[in-house]
């Protein structure tokens, strides 16, 4: 909890926690877990993308690697735990069997990823997708809100462009990516759970919906020859809301987003714009939802008379984590004498990438009222303390699969 907030005092902004990716907090960050992965005893570097990677050697040379990790780079006003819990809590489970002299049949990696949050820059993930060797070079031209370049910020951070693509690890020597994580939301508090075993990194689907009516005089135009694009909009609305308590376990959706056009008391809306966001942890399950509120929003256009046009933005496929890392968590958070509940995950995370390259999975950690992005973001001593346990005893029993 120290090593917390110690890391919660790098920040780019006096008084509250924003650690952008490549920002001179987010090198003093670096460094600071360098330090600690090499007390730890770690070899450990910051490397081409902006990584920090520790490596725990095994117990006899020439053994694959266990990654583990999660970011510390943080959203604007951040909370302390978002990602930098995932890279402290794997550092002590390193540090103990250091401690103890105690080499494992594998190698243990942790990784401190440092764009995870993707607020900077146009693009995210990008120390993970470097790991996984799916970095695309044509983002390093994307720009910052002050016009720099991620290229022209990896150099003046210390990283080196041409060196990323050694940085991908070779699919046969690694076992696979275990991220321990705030949950960032209410379930575990909700069943007064200290940790929980993910079991799927929800896919998302994100779209803009145009509604086009017809504005009109708010005192003259009856209401039956009406086409209000808001009210259309607000109907369409509550489809969305009926349609994400259907039966799918793990589905939600949201509309996040409204503008109406043009915006006047006395003025009926003739345009209206909203954003649609739907998750699930089968992908089946979302693109079911998807066809049926698109579906459903056409009727609702047809029978109120206005158009409506329909628009993907964004589009992730969920990732499933693996079944024998899943197990194994769940196994070990039952020898910690607590019950072993799965989840998915309703955010995204750095196994998104990583999934390219291994095998991945979650440990989620409960935190209060299941508040993240924001500097109430909290969990407790005793709840770090089950989770570093249970990461620790994992590593320990861990049966690699044949
Ligand atoms: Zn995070």
């Not at 990283?159 to 050694?166: F, K, L, V, W």
């Not at 929980?196 to 009516?213: C, D, H, L, Q, W």
């Amino acid at each position: 909890m120290d090593r917390l907030d110690t890391l919660a005092g790098f920040t780019d902004e006096p008084g509250r926690l924003t650690r952008l990716y490549l920002s001179p907090a987010h090198k003093a960050a670096a460094l600071q877990v360098r330090q600690w992965m090499a007390e730890a005893g770690m070899a450990a570097a910051i490397d081409a993308i902006g990584n920090v990677a520790g490596r725990y050697e095994a117990a006899e040379p020439g053994r694959p690697a266990l990654l583990l990790g999660s970011h510390i780079d943080t959203v604007r006003d951040a909370g302390r735990y978002d990602g930098n819990l995932g890279v402290v809590a794997a550092i002590e489970a390193v540090a103990e069997l250091h401690r103890r002299g105690e080499r494992l049949p594998y190698v243990i990696e942790v990784i401190a990823f440092g764009d995870e949050e993707g607020v900077r820059f146009p693009t995210t993930l990008s120390g993970s997708r470097a790991i996984a060797g799916t970095f695309d070079p044509a983002s390093l031209a994307s720009r910052d809100a002050e016009g720099t370049s991620l290229e022209q910020a990896l150099r003046s951070f210390g990283g080196d462009p041409a060196a990323i693509p050694a940085l991908a690890r070779r699919r046969e020597r690694v076992l696979g990516y275990v991220e321990l994580h705030i949950e960032q939301g209410p379930v575990l508090e909700s069943l007064n759970l200290p940790v929980g075993v993910v079991t799927a990194i929800n896919g998302a689907s994100r779209f803009t919906i145009e509604v086009t009516g017809t504005a009109g005089h708010a005192g003259t135009v009856p209401m039956d020859l009406r086409q209000d694009a808001l009210a259309a909009a607000a109907e369409m609305i509550l489809a969305v809301e009926r349609r994400a308590k259907g039966a799918e376990p793990g589905l939600v959706a949201t509309v996040g987003r409204i503008e109406a056009r043009p915006g006047a008391p006395n003025v009926i809306p003739g345009q209206v714009a909203f954003t649609l966001d739907v998750r699930a942890p089968a992908d089946q399950d979302r693109h079911k939802a998807v066809e049926d509120l698109a579906a459903a929003f056409a009727t609702c256009a047809a029978r109120r008379r206005v158009r409506m046009k329909l628009d993907k933005t964004y589009d992730e496929p969920a990732v499933t984590c693996a079944p024998w890392l899943v197990g194994q968590l769940a196994a070990a958070v039952e020898r910690a004498g607590v019950r072993p509940h799965l989840l998915p995950s309703g955010a995204g995370h750095d196994g998104l990438a990583m999934v390219a390259l291994c095998d991945v999975a979650m440990l989620f950690v409960r935190c209060a009222g299941g508040i993240s992005h924001n500097p109430a973001e909290a969990i407790t001593a005793e709840d770090a303390d089950v989770a570093v346990a249970v990461l620790l005893d994992f590593l320990r029993r861990l049966a690699l699969p044949a």
